[in-house]
């Protein structure tokens, strides 16, 4: 890139910037309600809307009250939503298997979703920590590491679960190798030709995931173990840009960069490098940050929602995970 910016007072960058009008006439980015995917957390039982402590605003759902939620999106244009399941204690096993069940939850949800919302897109999480009794994305040997191809085939499974109930988008978010090209292969094998796959491909051993694994009730399972042999480690940036690939080569329709803000830098990348669509989830942890500054009056809440929302636009990401996706349509949307 070659820029020209003639002396001073030929160039006066401030002129752009003197009035509105002027301002929105060389606005580089933008945000609208299609850029927005939901996360929502889902448990079983009815009428429930448990609120998440260190997640201010968010609450987990049940299958009903997820219902309003759901409309609500409808209303607002808001094109995703993304499930999450909270799993009760006693279905959890070491190797997940809950994770595959047609009649589970998550498939249940997402039925019920798309019976009747059929506009509404559905994204479904594949990975199994919210359904192993020791918190880690897949399955373990004795010595408490994942094993990968043997959790490959759990995934394609839960995959194909997801599917077969309707989701339009499955998401796997597990970080084992190989796991896109197998999930795309079983997925093609079973007719599933217009499932997209939304690889979590850039997905680091980050600390900021706390509240989500609070949400998901794995933070107690998981204890003092960490992913830390399987997610990127928060130091590396080329390893991510070999993640995407291999995610691309192996079917992957849309690529994510997680979590969001502290790498809006990979995010820059791996959209200049593949130019796929490319999204970032702005974490709970994330989300956190900035509700408890809001709360104690460091912030100003709504400004800096939407300035971080628009930040990853400008850093190249086509939409954003966000739990702030309702707030911030509200705002985009005057209601
Ligand atoms: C599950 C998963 C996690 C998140 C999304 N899917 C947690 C993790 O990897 O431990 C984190 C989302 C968030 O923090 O908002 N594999």
């Given amino acids: 890139m070659s820029i020209i910016v003639p002396d001073f007072p030929a160039s006066r960058l401030r002129r ?5 009008f002027s301002r929105r006439l060389v606005r580089e980015s933008s945000l609208s309600v299609d850029d927005f995917i939901y996360p929502v957390f889902v448990q079983e039982g009815k009428g429930i809307l448990q609120p998440i402590p260190s997640m201010p605003g ?7 009250t997820l219902m309003s939620v759901a409309e609500e999106c409808v209303k607002l244009g808001i094109p995703v939503l993304a499930l999450f399941p909270s799993i009760e204690n006693d279905k959890k096993t070491p190797d997940g298997i809950e994770a595959t069940r047609p009649d589970g939850l998550i498939p249940r949800v997402v039925r019920q979703l798309k019976t009747a919302f059929p506009e509404l897109g559905i994204l479904c999480d594949v990975a199994l920590d919210p359904y192993t009794s020791h918190g880690q994305d897949g399955i373990i040997d004795d010595t408490g590491y994942v094993l990968n191809d043997e959790t490959l085939a759990m995934l394609c499974q839960q995959a194909l679960v997801q599917a077969e109930a309707g989701a339009d988008y499955v998401a796997p978010s597990d970080m084992m190798d190989g796991r896109i090209g197998k999930i795309r292969q079983a997925l ?26 609070d949400a998901v009730g794995s933070s107690g399972n998981l204890g003092k173990s960490n992913k830390m042999t399987y997610q990127i480690d928060p130091a590396n940036r080329y390893e991510a840009l ?19 803000m502290p790498y809006l830098d990979i995010l820059r990348d791996v959209k200049d490098e593949f130019k796929m669509p490319t999204y970032a989830y ?7 940050m900035i509700k408890a500054a809001s709360q104690n009056g460091w912030l100003d809440h709504d400004k800096v929602m939407m300035e971080s929302l628009l930040a990853f636009k400008r850093a190249g990401a086509d939409g954003i995970l966000t739990y702030f996706a309702i707030d911030a ?4 949307k005057h209601v």
């Fill in 282 to 288: 702005q974490v709970s942890g994330e989300y956190a």
């Fill in 242 to 260: 070999r993640e995407v690939a291999a995610d691309i080569k192996e079917g992957a329709d849309l690529v994510m960069v997680k979590p969001g």
């Fill in 188 to 213: 093609e094998d079973n007719h599933f030709i217009y499932t997209r796959i939304m690889a979590y491909s850039a997905k680091y051993a980050s600390a900021f995931y706390g509240p989500f694994r």
């Fill in 58 to 64: 968010i609450v987990r759902y049940s299958p009903d």
């Fill in 329 to 332: 349509a509200k705002l985009l």
């Fill in 16 to 20: 752009n910037r003197r009035d509105d």
